[in-house]
């Protein structure tokens, strides 16, 4: 038997996944509209290729990935591309961000299918855009772009592939009916990302005690593979990333390292089953299991549910009392975040719609202060200090929370579950990573400004020299001029230098072409992170615009690299 290493801290919140384990999967009717955003993944929000009054099909790119951190949107139905604007989309912060709204024709339309059931005969990095133009990114978390992360694990030998299935978080059971129904079809999409990956040396797939129907389907589908299905003890959370490498493996991740850096990489199993779908059935990312959960539902189940899909439509169909819900939340209990509206539509990333009732999950209590109990510090599962946090991140002590490896806190809220001051710790620290961002791309702008103010004082400083050199050159020609009686070698003499002072020497031309290049560059920089900002809020039409000023500055680049290398040669 594999040997096991024990976490850190962790807590035992009661499960409450049994209520929605009842039934199988179940379907919903196609919503009239479906809303999808063009950001529901880690990187830069996607980028829209059609137009309001367009005709979509099931499963066409509506929106392309905008660079490599960056993951296509596809059409859930079919139908008509109604708006493209900015709406409010669920994210702890209640932002907005560009949508593309798709009034559904009901008729479920779809692309033509190119499904590889042959993708060994293709190169991994084949197999890896296919992942990519699928749009798939990982589905039990942040939602990382996961071509990005396998690309990412190739580029270092990677010996051992982890897939995650251990769904540690409360109510949730999205990936426990989805192994219990479709065990064989994940363990071909983990034979996808092996292949991708070059064949690593070891398969573990992580599963928590708690689930045995979906331990012995792995184990059924695993038979005759060297795929090791292995049973970790049920503690919350043991499904962060770094955690069970750890427990599998016993090796720590460092502190702002990924698992490819130590030779490892970890993949959820429902993000292996889209991996499969996009691969061997050619089929995009357009749906996804989700959990509806929580005593203000009639109905607790999990379901195939269409990205896009407002809460609201879900809720309807799942006898949902409004009066009896104290808050909907998006996500389990632990790392979930309170809806502001039940219009919102479900992301990628969507794991659970939760409806808690008034006495299952109160309205919290007021929070009180820190009694300096260090219930938190024990429960910390990334062995942090979290009270220490707490301080900091009240001072808005961004240095100190940094040296305090803010960023190893995974976000788990085990602290704040703890916590018997009720103090929302995790809250605190979400919005400091956030402010320390900021500060941090504020500081890169800033310096990219002084830089181009520098430059441009600089050239401005040239310009007045060679302005000079030309007026001394005029000044002295004509003194000449007026005191030789002009004699005609003088004059020959005096356009001679002036000719000279326009010609530039090599060295002179040189350096212009340096200087040519380096303003080129900084309007190329000025360029992408205006195009970065349009993709961001701008419309379609000013995005167009600035996706082609990016190319003109990319071409006046090339072109003087082009001119300076050949005036080098
Ligand atoms: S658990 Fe709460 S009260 Fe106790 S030390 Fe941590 S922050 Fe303070
Ligand atoms: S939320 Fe962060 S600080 Fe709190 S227990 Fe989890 S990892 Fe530790």
């Given at each position: 038997m594999r040997q096991l290493w024990e976490t850190p801290g962790?807590?035992?919140?009661?499960?409450?996944?049994?209520?929605?384990?009842?039934?199988?999967?179940?379907?919903?009717?196609?919503?009239?509209?479906?809303?999808?955003?063009?950001?529901?993944?880690?990187?830069?929000?996607?980028?829209?290729?059609?137009?309001?009054?367009?005709?979509?099909?099931?499963?066409?790119?509506?929106?392309?990935?905008?660079?490599?951190?960056?993951?296509?949107?596809?059409?859930?139905?079919?139908?008509?591309?109604?708006?493209?604007?900015?709406?409010?989309?669920?994210?702890?912060?209640?932002?907005?961000?560009?949508?593309?709204?798709?009034?559904?024709?009901?008729?479920?339309?779809?692309?033509?299918?190119?499904?590889?059931?042959?993708?060994?005969?293709?190169?991994?990095?084949?197999?890896?855009?296919?992942?990519?133009?699928?749009?798939?990114?990982?589905?039990?978390?942040?939602?990382?772009?996961?071509?990005?992360?396998?690309?990412?694990?190739?580029?270092?030998?990677?010996?051992?592939?982890?897939?995650?299935?251990?769904?540690?978080?409360?109510?949730?059971?999205?990936?426990?009916?989805?192994?219990?129904?479709?065990?064989?079809?994940?363990?071909?999409?983990?034979?996808?990302?092996?292949?991708?990956?070059?064949?690593?040396?070891?398969?573990?797939?992580?599963?928590?005690?708690n689930k045995p129907e979906a331990i012995d389907a792995l184990?059924?589908?695993?038979?005759?593979?060297?795929?090791?299905?292995?049973?970790?003890?049920?503690?919350?959370?043991?499904?962060?990333?770094?955690?069970?490498?750890?427990?599998?493996?016993?090796?720590?991740?460092?502190?702002?390292?990924?698992?490819?850096?130590?030779?490892?990489?970890?993949?959820?199993?429902?993000?292996?089953?889209?991996?499969?779908?996009?691969?061997?059935?050619?089929?995009?990312?357009?749906?996804?299991?989700?959990?509806?959960?929580?005593?203000?539902?009639?109905?607790?189940?999990?379901?195939?549910?269409?990205?896009?899909?407002?809460?609201?439509?879900?809720?309807?169909?799942?006898?949902?009392?409004?009066?009896?819900?104290?808050?909907?939340?998006?996500?389990?209990?632990?790392?979930?975040?309170?809806?502001?509206?039940?219009?919102?539509?479900?992301?990628?990333?969507?794991?659970?719609?939760?409806?808690?009732?008034?006495?299952?999950?109160?309205?919290?209590?007021?929070?009180?202060?820190?009694?300096?109990?260090?219930?938190?510090?024990?429960?910390?599962?990334?062995?942090?200090?979290?009270?220490?946090?707490?301080?900091?991140?009240?001072?808005?002590?961004?240095?100190?929370?940094?040296?305090?490896?803010?960023?190893?806190?995974?976000?788990?809220?085990?602290?704040?579950?703890?916590?018997?001051?009720?103090?929302?710790?995790?809250?605190?620290?979400?919005?400091?990573?956030?402010?320390?961002?900021?500060?941090?791309?504020?500081?890169?702008?800033?310096?990219?400004?002084?830089?181009?103010?520098?430059?441009?004082?600089?050239?401005?400083?040239?310009?007045?020299?060679?302005?000079?050199?030309?007026?001394?050159?005029?000044?002295?020609?004509?003194?000449?001029?007026?005191?030789?009686?002009?004699?005609?070698?003088?004059?020959?003499?005096?356009?001679?230098?002036?000719?000279?002072?326009?010609?530039?020497?090599?060295?002179?031309?040189?350096?212009?072409?340096?200087?040519?290049?380096?303003?080129?560059?900084?309007?190329?920089?000025?360029?992408?992170?205006?195009?970065?900002?349009?993709?961001?809020?701008?419309?379609?039409?000013?995005?167009?615009?600035?996706?082609?000023?990016?190319?003109?500055?990319?071409?006046?680049?090339?072109?003087?690299?082009?001119?300076?290398?050949?005036?080098?040669?």
């Amino acid at each position: 038997m594999r040997q096991l290493w024990e976490t850190p801290g962790g807590v035992h919140p009661p499960e409450n996944k049994v209520q929605s384990l009842k039934l199988g999967i179940g379907h919903l009717a196609i919503p009239e509209k479906l809303i999808l955003p063009l950001i529901q993944h880690i990187g830069d929000a996607a980028k829209p290729c059609v137009a309001i009054g367009d005709v979509v099909l099931k499963g066409q790119k509506i929106a392309s990935a905008s660079g490599d951190l960056s993951a296509p949107v596809h059409a859930p139905t079919s139908g008509v591309i109604s708006a493209i604007e900015d709406r409010p989309v669920a994210h702890p912060s209640g932002m907005s961000a560009l949508c593309i709204e798709i009034i559904s024709d009901s008729e479920e339309r779809w692309i033509d299918l190119y499904g590889h059931t042959d993708y060994k005969q293709l190169s991994p990095q084949e197999v890896s855009h296919l992942i990519a133009d699928a749009g798939v990114t990982g589905l039990g978390g942040a939602g990382f772009p996961s071509a990005a992360k396998l690309d990412n694990g190739r580029t270092k030998p990677v010996n051992t592939l982890i897939i995650n299935a251990t769904e540690c978080e409360p109510y949730i059971t999205a990936d426990d009916i989805l192994i219990r129904e479709r065990a064989a079809e994940i363990i071909q999409g983990i034979g996808v990302i092996s292949h991708v990956l070059d064949m690593p040396r070891r398969i573990l797939i992580g599963i928590e005690s708690n689930k045995p129907e979906a331990i012995d389907a792995l184990r059924e589908a695993c038979k005759s593979t060297a795929i090791e299905v292995v049973v970790v003890p049920t503690k919350y959370p043991s499904g962060g990333e770094k955690q069970l490498v750890y427990i599998l493996t016993g090796q720590e991740i460092p502190s702002g390292q990924l698992p490819s850096d130590i030779g490892m990489v970890c993949v959820n199993s429902g993000t292996a089953f889209a991996i499969k779908r996009a691969v061997i059935d050619g089929q995009p990312l357009i749906s996804r299991i989700m959990t509806v959960t929580g005593d203000a539902c009639g109905i607790n189940r999990n379901y195939e549910v269409l990205i896009g899909t407002p809460v609201s439509h879900i809720l309807e169909k799942n006898k949902f009392i409004r009066k009896n819900c104290s808050r909907l939340i998006m996500g389990g209990p632990m790392m979930g975040f309170s809806l502001s509206s039940s219009e919102l539509p479900v992301v990628k990333t969507t794991t659970c719609i939760l409806a808690p009732s008034h006495s299952e999950i109160p309205e919290e209590d007021p929070q009180q202060p820190c009694i300096r109990c260090g219930l938190c510090a024990e429960a910390c599962p990334a062995s942090l200090l979290p009270q220490q946090l707490y301080w900091y991140a009240q001072s808005e002590d961004h240095e100190r929370l940094q040296a305090h490896n803010l960023f190893d806190c995974i976000e788990c809220g085990a602290c704040s579950y703890v916590c018997p001051s009720n103090i929302p710790l995790v809250q605190y620290y979400r919005s400091s990573k956030g402010n320390i961002i900021n500060s941090r791309n504020a500081k890169i702008s800033a310096a990219k400004a002084r830089e181009r103010f520098e430059f441009r004082q600089v050239r401005l400083n040239k310009a007045e020299q060679a302005r000079e050199v030309k007026r001394e050159a005029r000044r002295v020609a004509t003194e000449k001029a007026k005191t030789s009686s002009s004699s005609a070698a003088d004059i020959i003499n005096a356009a001679n230098l002036r000719a000279k002072a326009r010609q530039a020497s090599p060295d002179q031309q040189k350096a212009k072409l340096e200087r040519s290049l380096m303003a080129a560059k900084m309007r190329l920089d000025e360029a992408q992170e205006r195009l970065a900002e349009a993709n961001k809020s701008g419309s379609a039409e000013q995005q167009a615009q600035q996706h082609a000023s990016v190319e003109g500055a990319r071409q006046k680049v090339e072109q003087t690299k082009r001119r300076l290398e050949e005036l080098i040669r």
